[in-house]
T-cell receptor, first 111, second 112 residues
Framework: GQQLNQSPQSMFIQEGEDVSMNCTSSSIFNTWLWYKQDPGEGPVLLIALYKAGELTSNGRLTAQFGITRKDSFLNISASIPSDVGIYFCAGQLWRDDKIIFGKGTRLHILP | EADIYQTPRYLVIGTGKKITLECSQTMGHDKMYWYQQDPGMELHLIHYSYGVNSTEKGDLSSESTVSRIRTEHFPLTLESARPSHTSQYLC???????????FGSGTRLTVV
């Protein structure tokens, strides 16, 4: 089946640092999405990208849909404690109702 | 605020018991999904539904069953719980082809 390779698996950073994570696939996706899961909760959509090359921001978060349609990245600027959680990339194939999730990037902020 | 509700939030149950995890959404979404997730780990799709009377198995084999008799309701049932079923179960719904899933807060199941 289709797979998304998400990296890094975990990140340990200091508060205030910028964060970068990415997702790649051998398949071409029509839509790329980034979700965040807080501890003990379900994932919540952060950013959705629908067009190759698209760069979208949501506050301190910026995500891009790769030109090849096979990758996407998410950047978080000036991290704060509430950024802790698991970030999942997800891709949607053309006209497929289901989305495929990456294995997640676990973000930890050191005290 | 979330418009998809899962109950119970936590459940500890003995081996061999039958359990039903409830999931309801008030958004009129036609598509609904069940994911299984061990703490801090990846999401595994175990069941999905495209509408009333439609149910399909997901990518991860599961001994659970689901039903979709009403648009807003998508319960998951385990006929005989086992310790290997201990996990978090997340319900989600969506509409159209946007990829925008709304997730519930999950049910944390422990089978002893």
């Amino acid at each position: 089946g289709q797979q998304l390779n998400q990296s890094p698996q975990s990140m340990f950073i200091q508060e205030g640092e910028d964060v970068s994570m990415n997702c790649t696939s051998s398949s071409i996706f029509n839509t790329w999405l980034w979700y965040k899961q807080d501890p003990g909760e379900g994932p919540v959509l952060l950013i959705a990208l629908y067009k190759a090359g698209e760069l979208t921001s949501n506050g301190r978060l910026t995500a891009q849909f790769g030109i090849t349609r096979k990758d996407s990245f998410l950047n978080i600027s000036a991290s704060i404690p509430s950024d802790v959680g698991i970030y999942f990339c997800a891709g949607q194939l053309w006209r497929d109702d289901k989305i495929i999730f990456g294995k997640g990037t676990r973000l930890h902020i050191l005290p | 605020e979330a418009d998809i509700y899962q109950t119970p939030r936590y459940l500890v149950i003995g081996t061999g018991k039958k359990i039903t995890l409830e999931c309801s959404q008030t958004m009129g979404h036609d598509k609904m999904y069940w994911y299984q997730q061990d703490p801090g780990m990846e999401l595994h799709l175990i069941h999905y539904s495209y509408g009333v009377n439609s149910t399909e198995k997901g990518d991860l084999s599961s001994e659970s069953t689901v039903s979709r008799i009403r648009t807003e309701h998508f319960p998951l049932t385990l006929e005989s719980a086992r310790p290997s079923h201990t996990s978090q179960y997340l319900c989600a719904s969506s509409i159209g082809l946007t990829g925008y899933y709304t997730f519930g807060s999950g049910t944390r199941l422990t089978v002893v």
